[in-house]
């Protein structure tokens, strides 16, 4: 199988390679990974491989692989060509049975049944219907959520003086009954052909819509995550500085929701 382009993760293959390049940081160095295992660990008891979970947009399937690694029961939703191709490359270039790749519209993503745990990195705020989707991985998840996602300020950045953010966002508005900003992905008018080279952007709809870090926990509260929280650990070493200008130009965390 030829190898495909890799543009985010450094997976280690069982024959010493790496997806990019041996002298960049691998996919365990990674810190939401890291913090993801930590998660994990502190909510589940028992055999790993008892334990399903899904990785949500998987990109090219670096999170999900490391997942079976740990010895749990990992499925990873992609549904762009480019970035399947990656995640089936991955999955012939490592002997793990409990690996498993599904190239789907992560919207439909009841039809794989329950999970005990979803990783949800770099998809939300993809979506146009965040809070509806929240319900869906609600209504699938019987134990903890992790969702690493962009989110949206109450305040303008001028009022809170603070430096523009990185995002072109629109004015505060209310969607889903839920306040937050609009993000636009691409033109209306772009081809299914292009989108697939769009490997970071949205599938369907052309804008995204950025629920306040407020909303977003109560969207997930409302979903039936009964616990909630927001996690900083992904921004060690140096938290004080993580959470600094940069927490507020990337308008980015980690959340968790676990059914207590």
């Not at 012939?92 to 439909?108: I, P």
Request: hydrophobic share 35%.
């Amino acid at each position: 199988m030829e190898k495909p382009l890799f543009t985010a993760h450094n997976i280690l293959l069982d024959d010493g390679t790496y997806t990019k390049d041996k002298n960049l940081p691998a996919m365990t160095e990674e810190p939401r990974l890291i913090s993801a295992k930590k998660v994990f660990d502190s909510v589940f008891q028992g055999d790993r491989d008892r334990l399903r979970i899904a990785d949500l947009g998987c990109l090219e399937g670096g999170y999900a692989t490391e997942f079976a690694r740990l010895g749990y029961d990992s499925l990873g939703i992609e549904v762009r060509d480019s970035n399947f191709a990656a995640c089936n490359y991955v999955k012939s270039k490592t002997n793990l049975s409990n690996l498993h790749f599904a190239q789907n519209d992560v919207l439909n993503v009841e039809q794989y049944g329950r999970f005990d745990g979803i990783f949800c990195c770099g998809l939300l705020y993809h979506l146009d219907k965040p809070r509806e989707y929240l319900k869906v991985l609600g209504g699938i998840t019987r134990k903890v959520l992790i969702l690493q996602t962009h989110f949206a300020l109450t305040d303008d950045f001028n009022q809170l003086g603070l430096s523009d953010t990185r995002f072109q966002l629109s004015a505060l508005e209310e969607n889903e009954g839920i306040q937050g900003r609009w993000y636009e992905e691409f033109n209306e008018d772009t081809k299914v052909s292009d989108k697939d080279n769009m490997r970071w952007s949205s599938w369907e709809n052309h804008r995204s819509f950025w629920p306040t870090k407020e909303y977003l926990l109560q969207s997930m509260y409302d979903a039936g995550f009964d616990l909630v929280m927001e996690e900083f650990d992904s921004l060690r070493p140096n938290i004080v500085q993580g959470l600094g200008r940069d927490y507020y130009s990337a308008l980015r965390g980690t959340f968790i929701g676990i059914k207590s």
